[in-house]
């Protein structure tokens, strides 16, 4: 018996939460046009939200996850959206992602749920790929100065430790040396609500690639 697409969509409770939120910011610093890149879309339900609601952006959903990408595939179907191509199986710690150019990445809750060579492979690869002016949008909590910016965060980060050791908050400082290490500029920090923040890096315009 075929299963129904619509069996395959998972759903993550939080998306529902920050997405609104997450749209406010992405209205002022999305292109107008171009290809939007999201690495680690989990169950895909923040690019169906988002792509619909920009349609001359062309979005490509990622993930190293066999059956999040399922997931991703189930969600782009449902939504209707014309501007969703296929997801692709991007680990950020490869050096091949099978796309070679993009306007924009987008990169929500991943960096603290992965060992930190996850990001340094994310920034690596955005510093190869992100087309000059093009941007990358990390979503997530972060410790600043070294302290954490809520008890709650503090807390997240122990829990994050003790189920992995190589997780946990990121310092903005350690991930901006590391965006600066591969040619990206913090360009902003945007508090969010539940004390995350939106950190939006750029390529540089004059730069030629
Ligand atoms: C907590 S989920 C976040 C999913 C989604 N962005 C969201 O905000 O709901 C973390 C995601 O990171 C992905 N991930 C884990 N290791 C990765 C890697 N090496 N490269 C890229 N993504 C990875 C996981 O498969 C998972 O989808």
Redesign the pocket.
Known sequence: MQVPPADRRRH?P??QRNREPILAVFRDILPADGTVLE?????GE?VAFFAPLFPSLVWQPS???PG?RDSIAAWADASGAGNIRPPLE????TDDWGIDRADAILC???IH??PWA?CE?LLRGAGRILTPGGLLSLYGPFKRDGRHTAPSNEQFDMSLRSQDPSWGVRDLTDVTGEAAANGLVRDSVIEMPSNNLIVVFKRPSGDAG
């Open positions: 993550a939080a998306t690495i680690g879309s989990g169950t923040h993930d190293p996850d999040l991007i680990d950020t710690r929500a809750n991943v749920i992965t996850v492979g």
